[in-house]
């Protein structure tokens, strides 16, 4: 059973910036990406990165976000900055595609 949690969020004003990690247990996926599902709306990917450190970014948060990973830590970090109100929502860690097995994800919430 694969393991995913999450940490790193918080409450921020609007601009500030957060440091998301996501620590995994057994092996270690090909792709992986940190999703969010803001109140009320979809669950959506947010960013990505392959084992190759390739990355993908939702337009949304291109520029501002930065995704990373540490293969020895089995670790994953999203560098959140120039935070905005609509980037508050739930923040998950998975694969792509996703797992059916999803950790409690992380509480991110930006007020204006």
């Known amino acids: 059973q694969v393991q995913l949690v999450e940490s790193g969020g918080g409450l921020v004003q609007a601009g500030g910036s957060l440091r998301l990690s996501c620590t995994t247990s057994?092996?270690?996926?090909?792709?992986m990406g940190w999703y969010r599902q803001a109140p009320g709306k979809q669950r959506e990917l947010v960013a990505s990165?392959?084992?190759?450190?390739?990355?993908t970014y939702t337009d949304s948060v291109r520029g501002r976000f930065t995704i990373s990973r540490d293969r020895a830590k089995r670790t994953v970090y999203l560098q959140m900055n120039s935070l905005k109100s609509e980037d508050t929502g739930v923040y998950y860690c998975?694969?792509?595609?996703?797992?059916?097995?999803w950790g409690k994800g992380t509480l991110v919430t930006v007020s204006s």
């Open positions: 998975n694969r792509l595609p996703p797992g059916d097995f």
């Open positions: 057994g092996s270690i996926f090909s792709i």
């Open positions: 990165i392959s084992s190759g450190l390739s990355t």
